[in-house]
């Protein structure tokens, strides 16, 4: 197997209120989807938003244990502290639930947490210990 | 906020176990990790695997509702049905759980599901209508 992600799905409650909370976010929707999928291209991978039971039907999942958020977080890598704020406030601004305020934190980055409207986390962070490359994308240290 | 993920990160009961199975499915785990977290370069972004409690933590969750999988899929998209059987194959004798075997799908492709140790569903696919690049990534159709 290949050390590759290509797409990250999303469970979601609404589809239309998922792609609205990623479109306000600045995400730009594909025209490949339909109302039971969205798709927004993020640089190298694909996001999408899918409807939480046809995700579970689909990956053949237990039906009697619902997906609970917090399992996976997403994180979002930016080259500064202000700019950690920036994001979260955009956010927030957009419709998310802010989890955590930036603050610096104990190895040494910054970093804080929102919720989209259907719970998924995303970390806002700057670790300046893992650089960016030129189009934003995280490179480990050798 | 750019429409990037940079990290995405696995919240697991064991550190140790988890790294083990994804440096299996022929991963490589970065020297930038440590006992308590793994890191490891996938293309232009990163995978990490972390304590579930210490993401709770660290993300500010709701301490008294747990996580449950399932509400976030990764997918691994590959060029032929074939490579999903395959790719599925080697996911299971590193340790994975079967979710559903490779099939034909509605929408036109061939896709299965595995579970890695923590129940973290991966789903493997073969999108015809979704070209993969030189690099093996995911590029939405214009």
Same mark, same amino acid.
């Given at each position: ?65 619902? !997906? ?6 997403? %994180? +979002? @890598?930016?080259?500064? *502290? ?5 994001? #979260? ?27 989209? !409207? ?6 806002? %962070? +700057? @670790?300046?210990?893992? *650089? ?5 994308? #995280?490179?480990?240290?050798?």
């Amino acid at each position: 197997m290949d050390p590759r992600i290509t797409l990250v799905t999303l469970g979601v409650a609404d589809v239309a209120r998922a792609s609205a909370f990623y479109e306000r976010l600045g995400f730009q929707r594909s025209a490949a989807g339909n109302e039971h999928v969205a798709f927004f291209q993020l640089g190298p991978m694909v996001l999408s938003v899918f409807g939480q039971h046809d995700l579970i039907e689909d990956a053949c999942l237990p039906a009697d244990q619902a !997906p609970r958020p917090g399992g996976i977080t997403l %994180a +979002h @890598n930016v080259d500064s *502290p202000e700019a950690v704020d920036r994001v #979260l406030a955009e956010a927030v601004a957009a419709g998310a639930t802010l989890l955590k305020p930036g603050r610096t934190v104990f190895w040494g980055g910054y970093s804080g947490y929102f919720a989209d !409207p259907d719970g998924h986390p995303w970390e806002v %962070a +700057h @670790n300046p210990f893992f *650089p960016l490359d030129a189009a934003g994308q #995280l490179r480990l240290p050798d």
